[in-house]
């Protein structure tokens, strides 16, 4: 185990020194430097799981009184009934380094802060409402949501300021997006007049103006009206009782001139610039916009500098995952959510099978694919030349080195390659704190609707 924890040392290290000469960005020296020794301090303990080692003995001294405290503030459900001890932890099972966590919600916090925009972190990435609060406590303005399903149950906990970035379509559920308009502020994405239409005609029926905003298509070829379509749907929508258009949104990743990039600072101006323009043209007719909303992960920090950005909506920041490792945003050890395996075969001295496959992992991003040529399906830390190279259902299959040592009964920490689609295939997940271990309820996971 010790020669496991040295070479994650040594590979957190090499990766983030690379990471900083690919980008050497604001977001990762902001964010980056803090975290870092305690993160693989954190890491050390974690590697000696199995062992029972110092993480445990932390874990289990706290009360189950204090667990109960801890569950009716934060309003989170804990599943386990009290902190555990890491000897509790079934695997396959995401576990997530609180304090990791928390330095990343700070650092886009002050990040944001700094640019003078908003921050509307989206909340697909962790789905738990114990950490949607966390994001507003550190001024976060509200949140986002993708579905109505997901923010009903933010609202549920409480949260009073919600944007569904995505276009709700269909009569019934405009009718819900005017009842949960009545429970909390809800803003609502529109990017057709029929969409537009249903919406109105909801909130009419329901006796409420709804907040609005335009989705522009800049580049992603999903949602959105192209920029040149985008005044005459804004006049049509001004006309239609019971709704208020206060601005435009988009979404695009790592896009520079329609290409995907590794060039973040290049792309986040071009989105931001694409997007003031575009708010600057519809105000000139007449078009009151006030919010401009745009940025992911990787985009954020860099849009948020245009001036005529209003808003920021990054989502994975708050737990990073391999993705964005490898494109720079952050480090190795910046990475806050691990799944955790037990290793169950090793059929072969270059191969070993673990209890989690596509059941445990997403597989939206694939491995070998422009821009990032990820290797494999996460990263093994303390394997640092592991190549986790396909699943089953409920098997993951692992290239290793023969000179390796990994039997059966090993518990390995994999970072995924995309840590949003991975919590959403968890019903619960451990959230590892200062004030110990706990189980905690993915409260908005498989909210489809
Ligand atoms: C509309 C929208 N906004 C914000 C985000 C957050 O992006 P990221 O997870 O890269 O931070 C997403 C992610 O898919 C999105 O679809």
């Known amino acids: ?44 303990r974690a590697a000696g799981a199995e062992q029972g080692g110092e993480f445990q003995e932390a874990a289990s001294v706290e009360t189950a009184e204090k667990a109960s405290a801890s569950r009716s503030a934060s309003g989170v ?12 932890i079934d695997t396959p099972c995401i576990v997530i380094r609180s304090d990791t966590v928390d330095a990343n919600i700070a650092a886009m916090a002050a990040a944001a802060a700094r640019r003078g925009v908003q921050l509307r972190p989206h909340v697909k990435t962790h789905k738990l409402p114990e950490l949607a609060h966390r994001q507003l406590a550190a001024g976060a303005c509200g ?44 803003v609502v994405g529109v990017d057709s007049a029929v969409g ?6 909801a909130a009419e029926a329901a006796d409420i103006t709804l907040e609005v905003r335009l989705e522009i298509e800049s580049g992603l070829q999903r949602t959105g009206v192209l920029p040149e379509r985008a005044l005459p749907l804004a006049e049509q929508i001004m006309r239609m009782p019971g709704l208020r258009l206060t601005g435009i949104f988009t979404y695009r990743g790592a ?43 990787p985009t954020a920090i860099y849009a948020a500098e245009v001036p005529g950005v209003t808003e920021i909506r990054p989502g994975t920041y708050v737990f990073q995952d391999r993705m964005q490792a490898a494109f720079g945003v952050c480090r190795q050890e910046e990475c806050a959510a691990e799944v955790w395996a037990t290793v169950i075969s090793r059929p072969a001295p270059d191969r070993i099978v673990i209890d989690g496959g596509s059941k445990t992992f997403a597989t939206d991003v694939q491995p070998n694919k422009a821009p990032l040529h990820l290797e494999g399906f996460g990263r093994i830390i303390g394997l640092p030349h592991a190549v986790f190279e396909r699943m089953n259902e ?6 290793i080195a023969p000179e390796d040592t990994c039997e059966p009964g090993d518990v390995l920490r994999i970072v995924p390659n995309h840590i949003c689609s991975t919590m ?12 110990g271990l706990r189980q905690v309820e993915v409260a908005a996971r498989g909210c489809i609707q």
């Not at 010790?2 to 070479?7: E, Y």
């Not at 906990?157 to 970035?165: E, L, P, Q, S």
């Not at 990039?261 to 708010?279: D, K, P, Q």
């Open 77 to 88: 459900q804990a599943a386990g009934g009290g902190f555990l001890t890491v000897r509790a």
């Open 1 to 44: 185990m010790a020669q496991k924890n040295k070479r994650a040392e040594l590979q957190a290290d090499s990766e983030a020194k690379a990471a900083g000469t690919a980008q050497g960005g604001g977001f990762q020296e902001e964010a980056a430097v803090e975290t870092v020794g305690k993160a693989s301090a954190s890491e050390a």
């Open 196 to 201: 537009a239409q249903q919406l109105s005609a």
């Open 424 to 435: 959403n295939l968890h019903n619960s997940v451990y959230i590892n704190g200062r004030e």
């Open 255 to 297: 896009l520079l001139g329609g290409a995907p990039t590794l060039e973040l600072r290049a792309a986040g101006l071009e989105e931001g610039r694409l997007m003031a323009g575009v708010a600057e043209a519809l105000r000139r007719e007449g078009v009151p916009i006030q919010d401009v909303s745009v940025g992911s992960t």
């Open 143 to 186: 949140i986002t949501a993708a579905k109505l399903s997901e923010a009903e149950v933010m609202a549920d906990h409480g949260i009073r300021d919600i944007f569904i970035a995505y276009p709700v379509i269909g009569a019934a559920k405009a009718e819900r997006a005017a009842r949960l308009a009545r429970r909390c502020r809800l």
């Open 394 to 399: 409920e098997h993951g299959v692992i290239l």
